[in-house]
Structures are given as C-alpha cells and as structure tokens.
C-alpha cells in the first residue's frame, strides 16, 4: 500500500540535506532532533528507501536521496507559492532593491517575477551596483533592501549564500599563460585593488591592465572574448570560461557572504514581503552549497 508524500516531511528532508546533520536542521525547524529523525524515518518508510548514510560527522545524501533532492526542492517551493497566493494580503506601494549586477540574469528574474505574481500592485525599482555604492544608497535612504558580498564576513543582516571569487580564463584563448597576464577589473571599485590584483601580488603574478569597465556583464564579456582574465563569482562563469586553480598557479580571491540587509527606517509589509521573496531566491544556491555531494 502506497501513501501519499507530505510536503512537510519533504521540507525537513531538505533542512536536512542543507544542514548535513539532525541536530542543526532540527534547530531550523524547531524541532527536537528526535522529531526530525522521526520524519526522516517515516519519509524513507514511505518511499520504500535510506535516503541519508549516517556517519560520525553527520550525514550524507544516498544516490536515492540525491535524485529526490530536485522534485523537493519543486513540490515545496510549489506549496508555499500556492500558500502565498492564497493568503496573499493586498499591498501597494513602492518598494526599492539593490542587487549586484552578477545576479541579474539569474536570481534578480525570479524574484520580480515570484513578487509579482504575488503583489502586483507595488512598484519595484531595482538598482544594479557594487555593495560599496548600495551600502551607501542604503544609509542616505535611496533603498529599501541591499543585497551585499561581504567578503570580510563583517556584515550584519540575513544571510543568503557563499560566492567565492576567482580568477577566470576563456577556455579557447588561454590569456593566463601569457606574461605579463592581462587582466579586466572593475575601475571604480576598491575591491579590485584590495582583493583582486592584491591576490595577483601574493602570488607574484606580473600583469598588466588590459580592460576596466564597471559592470559584471562587460568584465565577462572581456573574459569569454579573450581579451583579457577576469575576477568572477563563482556562480558567474560562463560556460566558455573556467576558473583558474592552484595547478595554474592561482588561488581564490574570496569567500564572499552574499547578505540582504533592510533598512530598517523604511521597513514596511511590502518590503518585507520582498525581502522574503529575495530569501526564497536565493534558497536553491544555499542548498547546493550545503549539501554534502
């Protein structure tokens, strides 16, 4: 006899899976760690499967376990977009986002079209720019939510993700094995001299500048075209470039925290609701990071 899935056991799975370990996921879902391994038994009972190998240093996704990962992550972000919908509460207004410019293709869509759908009434206004000049839009009160890299792990507000920082190379043009190595950098930002060209230092890498510019889309284009490498997040590598690894001689630059802080001066239930929506976003990076495999 066959049982139909809860999508609350799905939702500690998951906990689970980001965590690695029953105890933390417990914590996020406050829970005590024996409920959430009651779950997890009951799930693994009804799909007929182990779905975690446990080890001394928590747990590990199996190879089943793996493959119910994606239709989860679907049938959870499914409920609680039907959930939103129904209980939506009518809201209007404006509400004013920051984000890097590496997002802008990725996560930036799918939150303005997840807040849209939800909250069609309230204005966005979206502000691509480095955390320097966002953190600064967001003390003169010209934003409402800032999403930031904080590669100095000195930051307040809710954490989204870890996007480490390399050193990129077009796959066909091999710019990195020339001497001195040309480089795209960002030509207003003080992150370029304090991380970037100063990680070329460490490793006594003689460059030359070849290309500045001051948006992530223009400094990949310079990387994919050959002109020049580049200093990526990691999750804005095109698929004709790689990152450049200690057998190359390079090193990351950073282990940057993306973080969302609200301005807690303009905080109101639109801006909340946006900032929930940029969380959910983000949710699907923090999961593949987190997961042991």
Request: one cysteine or more.
């Amino acid at each position: 006899m066959s049982y139909p899935l809860d999508s609350e056991l799905l939702r500690t799975f998951l906990f689970v899976a980001e965590q690695g370990n029953f105890t933390r996921a417990a914590d996020r879902v406050r829970r005590t760690q024996s409920a959430v391994s009651m779950q997890i038994q009951k799930l693994e009972a009804i799909l007929e499967t182990s779905l975690f190998t446990r080890g001394p240093r928590g747990v590990e996704l199996t190879k089943e376990g793996q493959r119910l990962l994606p239709h989860a992550r679907s049938i959870v972000r499914m409920t609680d977009e039907t959930a939103a919908v129904m209980r939506a509460v009518k809201l209007e207004g404006q509400v004013r986002i920051g984000f890097p410019h590496e997002y802008t293709t990725t996560i930036l869509p799918r939150v303005i079209a997840a807040f849209s759908e939800l909250y069609p009434d309230i204005e966005v206004t979206t502000y691509c720019g480095y955390s320097s000049q966002q953190t600064a839009a967001l003390e003169k009160d010209e934003l409402d939510i800032a999403i930031l890299f904080d590669p100095k792990d000195l930051m307040d507000g809710t954490f989204l993700a870890v996007d480490p920082t390399f050193w990129v190379t077009s796959t066909t043009h091999n710019q990195h094995l020339r001497s001195p190595i040309p480089i795209a950098i960002y030509w207003r930002s003080t992150w370029c001299r304090d991380y970037a060209i100063a990680n070329l230092k460490q490793h006594g890498i003689a460059y030359r500048q070849a290309y500045s510019c001051d948006t992530a889309g223009a400094l990949t284009a310079a990387a994919s075209a050959g002109i020049a490498i580049a200093p990526l997040a990691a999750s804005a590598i095109p698929p004709d470039c790689r990152k450049l690894t200690e057998e190359d001689g390079f090193s990351q630059i950073d282990t940057s925290r993306v973080v969302m802080r609200c301005n807690p001066r303009t905080i109101n239930p639109a801006i909340r609701a946006m900032a929930d929506a940029i969380e959910k976003a983000f949710q699907p990076m923090f999961l593949n990071q987190k997961a042991p495999f």
